[in-house]
């Protein structure tokens, strides 16, 4: 997997959904959880960062399994 993921290739993956949708990161696959997403952006060095803002629960099952941490 990749660990280089870029403005394009995320925007590419987010055009075609409602704008309205929200958004949560999946974060590790030992504790599955969903976690809110900061709305500050900070670019530092050339990177973007995107801060957490929380966890919101455990992400569903059909997510997991998707993301293959089932």
Not at 24 to 51: K, M, Q, S
């Amino acid at each position: 997997m990749s660990q280089n993921l870029t403005v394009g290739h995320l925007l590419r993956q987010l055009q075609s959904l409602d704008p309205s949708r929200p958004i949560r990161l999946a974060i590790n696959p030992d504790w599955p959880f969903a976690h809110y997403l900061a709305v500050d952006l900070v670019v530092e060095h050339g990177v973007a960062f995107i801060a957490d803002d929380g966890q919101e629960g455990y992400l569903p099952p059909a997510v997991r399994n998707a993301l293959a941490w089932g």
